[in-house]
């Protein structure tokens, strides 16, 4: 039986049962085969798989796919490639390099994406810190209605849906993507900045949440993220959110 690929919900999966699996695992004996098999999985993917899958079809420790991972993204970076090899939370994914972002948006016609808004930041880093979350959560801690926002980021492909809280109403839960972690340059969750306590309510709450994200982007003043008109509509549930800034 052949082994077969497939792409679903953004993971690749592959089926190798039957007489051909221990063939596939003896073939990936030495590192410059584990190394290019690993980039022909990762290429034709295009989404980000787990290093403890790579580890499974190749016959191999997870702690080898991952060292192959490192060994690839380092040379890589070191032959100044027009790929970059990426670590999100256990899996991997091949990206082009963001010295060429400008190059390959003119070559394909594409529109750089809209900035984020501070609102849809403050929403997106209750999400990061506190998931999984409810809407009614966020609310809470933000002090206004956050549906337009949260539907946004949910489109950006910044957040998704992974399940229902057990309570009244049964109200959906949020938690971030590997999207999230590419686009704020993370590997994990455990690499977000230290966030203070957040036991008040309102402006304090918010506060809070602004000095963590102005450390995530980078920033050390809110001098371009603006809120008033964004955060205003939100507020009255109406518009789209222009005003401010970000996305790395």
């Avoid at 994406?113 to 809470?140: G, K, S, W």
């Avoid at 399940?163 to 009244?168: I, K, N, T, V």
């Avoid at 309102?202 to 964004?230: C, F, P, V, W």
Wanted: glycine residues 8%; proline residues 5%; negative net charge.
């Amino acid at each position: 039986m052949e082994s077969i690929i497939e792409i679903a919900d953004g993971q690749i999966e592959f089926d190798i049962a039957g007489s051909s699996a221990p063939g596939i695992a003896d073939t990936a004996k030495n590192e410059v085969d584990i190394d290019c098999i690993i980039e022909s999985i990762l290429f034709v993917s295009g989404e980000p798989v787990k290093l403890s899958r790579i580890a499974a079809v190749l016959g191999i420790e997870e702690s080898e796919a991952e060292a192959a991972a490192d060994r690839m993204r380092d040379r890589y970076a070191f032959e100044r490639r027009g790929i970059q090899l990426i670590k999100l939370d256990g899996a991997a994914q091949l990206c082009s390099s963001p010295d060429n972002a400008d190059y390959i948006r003119l070559a394909l016609e594409s529109r750089k994406p809209p900035q984020l808004t501070l609102p849809a930041l403050e929403v997106l880093a209750v999400i990061a810190y506190f998931q999984p979350v409810t809407r009614a959560y966020i609310e809470r801690i933000r002090g206004v209605d956050s549906a337009y926002t949260v539907g946004l980021l949910i489109d950006r492909g910044l957040i998704e849906s992974c399940g229902r809280l057990d309570a009244p109403g049964r109200p959906n839960l949020y938690r971030t993507t590997f999207v999230f972690l590419r686009t704020f340059g993370l590997e994990s969750l455990d690499e977000l900045p230290a966030l203070p306590q957040i036991d008040n309510s309102g402006d304090e709450n918010r506060q809070s949440i602004h000095n963590a994200i102005l450390e995530l982007t980078g920033k050390t003043d809110s001098g371009g993220l603006e809120e008033e008109s964004g955060e205003r509509r939100e507020e009255r549930g109406e518009g789209r959110e222009e005003s401010g800034e970000f996305i790395p």
